[in-house]
């Protein structure tokens, strides 16, 4: 791996709030400004063009949302990742070369004869990844770990690893094919052991893709209740040119999560085998896209294999997607990647609020039948 995880001291995760400013707000000027309240800056976005820092009591809070530069003053709360069925485990077989179900029904196969994502930076916003695994040696360019910036984004969860595989797993003897088996992937640690992080721990994550150019960002997590800042995130990524994939959810009945629910996200549910809406996926309008999401087989740590179900695993198949169609066209832009994966995907039985567009397909999108 390149040692891209160096960059910034590490900071506190508890009581930290995020500040958005005004455009015209002086960055630099306005974190001096906060810092006068008795407010601590912990870490300045250009992204959102913001301030992470921390307010001791209300008398601190209540003066730093009253500077004239300060459009939000907002809890940097607690989001989880998508939570799946527990993974059943193999021993790695030396002879083969596994291409999943899911690879196989998006059309991923047939559009490898034109693209494998070469080229393309991916970076997976997770709990880490082994980059050591043999599905995944040599396919890891980089990466961070937001919550120790002092140590490589290790996995040690399982649930990173299992997305990473089924972006990029090597295509080779004893390992698990992902969709863009070429791309360049990078691993950017914001989530803990148990799954969970902070509003903050997401933003600093996008602040990384965005500084290091990420072409693909793969956000298989998501939370129920809108943030500004994530939303602000979300719409300057697309302004750098940055496809966001995003898991609608899993069971939940408030409806599509964020970050999923916003325009400049590609929001997905996930398939079964018989290519219907999984039972546990999210509903909702802001459903763009289904993708295979039951019982998928994917790397785990440790030199293992695995079965994990839910939207993350659909969202990492419409990345891979994203990664092979940017490696065949460079130029498309993050709303014509949006676009041409949905008007190329399958119809399926279903409302739109259920099935969006349909089903995804890689190999329309790539013009294989064309």
Not at 172 to 178: A, L
Not at 316 to 334: K, Y
């Amino acid at each position: 791996m390149r040692s891209l995880w160096s960059w910034r001291r590490p900071a506190p995760r508890l009581g930290r709030q995020i500040v958005l400013l005004k455009p015209e707000a002086d960055l630099a000027e306005s974190a001096a400004a906060v810092e006068c309240t008795g407010a601590t800056v912990l870490w300045q976005l250009p992204l959102v063009h913001g301030l992470i820092c921390s307010c001791e009591g209300p008398a601190c809070r209540a003066a730093v949302a009253g500077l004239d530069t300060v459009v939000t003053l907002e809890d940097d709360t607690r989001t989880s990742r998508q939570r799946a069925l527990p993974a059943l485990r193999w021993g790695p077989d030396p002879g083969l070369v596994v291409v999943p179900w899911g690879v196989e029904r998006i059309g991923a196969p047939r559009a490898w004869n034109r693209s494998r994502g070469t080229g393309v930076r991916v970076a997976v916003v997770d709990t880490g990844a082994d980059w050591e695994h043999p599905g995944l040696a040599g396919q890891v360019y980089g990466g961070i770990n937001i919550l120790d910036m002092n140590e490589p984004p290790w996995d040690d969860n399982g649930h990173g690893t299992h997305v990473a595989g089924i972006i990029a797993g090597a295509d080779r003897p004893g390992s698990v094919v992902g969709v863009a088996p070429q791309t360049e992937l990078y691993i950017v640690k914001a989530f803990d052991d148990s799954g969970s992080a902070n509003t903050g721990d997401v933003l600093l994550a996008l602040q990384w893709c965005a500084d290091w150019e990420m072409m693909v960002v793969n956000m298989s997590f998501g939370q129920a209740e809108p943030s500004p800042s994530l939303e602000r995130a979300a719409a300057a990524c697309e302004d750098r040119g940055i496809v966001l994939t995003a898991a609608a959810g899993n069971g939940h009945t408030c409806g599509v999560e964020y970050p999923a629910r916003y325009p400049t996200v590609l929001g997905i549910g996930a398939s079964n085998r018989w290519n219907r809406r999984m039972n546990r996926s999210t509903c909702g309008p802001e459903v763009d896209l289904l993708a295979p999401g039951q019982k998928i087989l994917s790397l785990r740590p440790g030199d293992h294999r695995g079965v994990l179900s839910g939207t993350s695993m659909a969202t990492a198949h419409v990345s891979g997607a994203a990664a092979l169609l940017l490696a065949d066209r460079p130029q498309l832009r993050p709303a014509e990647v949006r676009q041409r994966l949905r008007e190329t995907a399958d119809v399926v039985p279903g409302r739109s609020e259920d099935v969006g567009a349909g089903l995804l397909r890689v190999d329309r999108a790539l013009g294989v039948d064309e």
